[in-house]
């Protein structure tokens, strides 16, 4: 490839990042993942307030994921030298992404969760199930949000471990 193809590239991807940056609505929370250093966002929601719990829920309720946990800030490890990060905060680095973990939920920003690829039956039938027993709106976007991490999940067969983010 040229030099100007991959600047050209380059440019859009960055035109794309700041596209969403400018658009963000502060009311408006987001479940994602990244990969290959950028950060893929799958589903939005308006939830009017902070809405703790969804993925440990999944985790311990359910038996979904391998390991769940808060999270204050995430950003590539490529970053993590120009961030003035204490030594004592304690983080997780996972494909390339660094996770500032935290165990008060007045101080995440973020509820993450792994899934190993062979949880994806698993995630499924709880989507599944979710859609038809939901009670009220939260659940009934919860069942949505798992349905689109199975949709990801399902698209990307070569991701082995998946580490999925919710803003809170």
Request: aromatic fraction near 10%; charge should be negative.
């Amino acid at each position: 490839m040229s030099s100007d193809w991959e600047y050209w590239v380059e440019q859009q991807e960055e035109a794309q990042q700041f596209a969403a940056l400018a658009n963000h609505n502060p009311s408006c929370r987001s479940i994602g993942y990244w990969l290959n250093g950028m950060e893929n966002e799958i589903w939005n929601w308006y939830p009017g307030h902070r809405a703790y719990g969804w993925m440990r829920r999944l985790h311990k309720d359910l038996q979904i994921g391998s390991h769940c946990f808060l999270a204050k800030n995430i950003y590539p490890a490529s970053e993590r030298e120009m961030l003035h990060i204490s030594k004592h905060q304690p983080l997780r680095v996972m494909n390339e992404i660094v996770y500032e973990v935290t165990g008060h939920e007045g101080a995440a920003r973020y509820d993450v969760i792994v899934l190993p690829q062979q949880d994806l039956v698993r995630l499924e039938q709880a989507a599944k199930k979710m859609v038809i027993a939901a009670k009220d709106m939260k659940e009934e976007h919860f069942a949505e949000m798992l349905g689109e991490m199975v949709i990801s999940i399902k698209e990307e067969k070569t991701i082995k471990t998946w580490v999925f983010h919710r803003e809170i």
